[in-house]
């Protein structure tokens, strides 16, 4: 049974920084892409970040570029979100979420496997 569990989430203050965790159980998470979703309050799901299987190449939203950086830890199957200059609309549930393929990828559709999500909550 897959397992995407996702820590680290919280209230920070605008500005502020916060490190997401996702610790997968996945057997083949070294030659799966990973990437981070989240979803506020009465909107769609939206893509934030993407990492390759080994972590060469990454994808951003518009929206989080030059402020959140993913990584992956092929040995620890886990991979990081990292958030800083948050504002206010960055206020969602974030989920991780793993594909079957090696490519980085925006698209949700190719993303297999969810984690539970966690809160971050930012504060104006």
């Known amino acids: 049974q897959v397992q995407l569990v996702e820590s680290g989430g919280g209230l920070v203050q605008a500005g502020g920084s916060l490190r997401l965790s996702c610790a997968a159980s996945l057997r083949t998470f070294s030659s799966n892409s990973m990437g981070w979703f989240r979803q506020a309050p009465g909107k769609e799901r939206e893509f934030v970040a993407g990492?390759?299987?080994?972590?060469?190449?990454?994808s951003y939203a518009d929206s989080v570029k030059g402020r959140f950086t993913i990584s992956r830890d092929n040995a620890e199957k886990t991979v990081y979100l990292q958030m800083t200059s948050l504002k206010s609309e960055d206020t969602a549930v974030y989920y991780c979420?793993?594909?079957?393929?090696?490519?980085?990828?925006?698209?949700?559709?190719?993303?297999?496997?969810w984690g539970q999500g966690t809160q971050v909550t930012v504060s104006s």
């Open positions: 979420a793993a594909t079957s393929r090696f490519g980085v990828t925006d698209s949700e559709a190719e993303y297999v496997y």
């Open positions: 990492i390759n299987w080994r972590g060469t190449s990454t």
